[in-house]
């Protein structure tokens, strides 16, 4: 069997069905063709919780390189080792990127009524306006922190 290269992705032709070309540095890697000649990386595995091998697509081939896609398979399988589901690792850390993000915008508004609104002669219709109209939009607050609802 021959290595997977840039080149040999690239030379897959369509099938009427979908298909799977191995990859022989990372066990349980493919390259997915599909019959309208879109490829994808996927691994096969035996994932927490699931009692026969799956595939479960890392990304599509142009948004990863053969590379990217090796190493992240290679990450993929040691969180299956552990008896963690990477997909579901993978949105835990998407959850706790977003409630940063949401944590940063209301620190940002925080310190814009403190410092800018005390100078503005609408104070306190302002003040009370981020209360009632914004912070239900971002979500509920703890510790003058906003999170997603």
């Known amino acids: 069997m021959r290595q997977l290269t840039d080149l ?5 032709k369509a099938a009427e069905k979908p298909f799977d070309v191995k990859d022989t540095q990372v066990p349980g890697l493919h390259v997915r063709v599909m019959p309208t000649g879109h490829r994808s990386f996927v691994l096969l595995g035996r994932f927490p919780g699931k ?5 479960r697509a890392l990304g599509g081939y142009g948004e990863l390189t053969l590379e990217e896609a090796r190493d992240k398979a290679r990450e993929w399988r040691k969180l299956i080792s552990r ?3 990477p997909q579901v690792q993978e949105e835990r850390e998407r ?3 977003l409630r940063q993000q949401c944590i940063a915008f209301s620190a940002v508004a925080e310190d814009f009524i403190r410092d800018k609104l005390p100078s503005e002669t609408q ?3 302002n003040s009370t306006g981020h209360q009632t109209r914004i912070a239900p939009q971002v979500g509920r607050a ?3 922190r906003y999170y997603i609802a």
């Open 8 to 12: 040999k992705i690239r030379s897959l």
């Open 51 to 55: 009692p026969h091998p799956t595939r």
């Open 123 to 125: 104070r306190q219709g």
């Open 83 to 85: 008896g963690i589901d």
């Open 95 to 97: 959850q706790s990127l």
């Open 142 to 144: 703890t510790n003058n």
